[in-house]
T-cell receptor, first 115, second 111 residues
Framework: NAGVTQTPKFQVLKTGQSMTLQCAQD?????MYWYRQDPGMGLRLIYY???????DKGEVPNGYNVSRLNKREFSLRLESAAPSQTSVYFC??????????????FGPGTRLTVL | DAKTTQPPSMDCAEGRAANLPCNHS???????VYWYRQIHSQGPQYIIH???NNETNEMASLIITEDRKSSTLILPHATLRDTAVYYC????????????FGKGTHLIIQP
């Protein structure tokens, strides 16, 4: 199992450019998440998908869109990048069984710089 | 979700037990305490979780006070590879809730 994979690992954009961050998991998990981490801070939830076909806003959704393409893949799109979106982006997934704690598995992150 | 309070940094000698405290005085009855760690620049890694009872696994032990208002993560024999930021998080568990991270404790293991 590769676990949670993210592409690209690094990206530099100019203000106003768009891009899509890709995330895939091979653990047959139901729920997937996108977080961002700014320097010296903990992770903050951008969007999540409880199951295939559903998406919901997290703490900091402005400036982002997501697509749950299928059970395996969850993409994050920046339509018009801004310097404030310079951050490290982490994707995560969990099986989401009711009545039990489900640990989240994280990808290696995408380091994005917006100039 | 309830909030947590952790010291910003701690040191521990290699080979000794590292004890990381966490206060969560507003935790509700159905909320779990869980710990993750983040080794430099990597994605966070799950360590352990508990509801009321103390828990132990191959990585660590979790001690939760009887009133559940605080807990301690114990790494029994710390190694240099345990240097990381440790996050104490409380939440409902299960379902699809995202995790609410604070700034965590930066644990530095000294040789």
């Amino acid at each position: 199992n590769a676990g949670v994979t993210q592409t690209p690992k690094f990206q530099v954009l100019k203000t106003g450019q768009s891009m899509t961050l890709q995330c895939a998991q091979d653990m047959n998990h139901n729920s997937m998440y996108w977080y961002r981490q700014d320097p010296g801070m903990g992770l903050r939830l951008i969007y999540y998908s409880a199951s295939e076909g559903t998406t919901d806003k997290g703490e900091v959704p402005n400036g982002y869109n997501v697509s749950r393409l299928n059970k395996r893949e969850f993409s994050l799109r920046l339509e018009s990048a801004a310097p404030s979106q310079t951050s490290v982006y982490f994707c995560a997934s969990t099986i989401s069984l009711a009545g039990a704690y489900n640990e989240q598995f994280f990808g290696p992150g995408t380091r994005l710089t917006v100039l | 979700d309830a909030k947590t309070t952790q010291p910003p940094s701690m040191d521990c000698a290699e080979g000794r037990a590292a004890n990381l405290p966490c206060n969560h005085s507003t935790i509700s009855g159905n909320e779990y305490v869980y710990w993750y760690r983040q080794i430099h620049s990597q994605g966070p890694q799950y360590i352990i979780h508990g509801l009321k009872n103390n828990e132990t696994n191959e990585m660590a032990s979790l001690i939760i006070t009887e009133d559940r208002k605080s807990s301690t993560l114990i790494l029994p024999h710390a190694t240099l590879r345990d240097t990381a930021v440790y996050y104490c998080i409380v939440g409902s568990g299960g379902g699809a809730d995202g995790l609410t991270f604070g700034k965590g404790t930066h644990l530095i293991i000294q040789p």
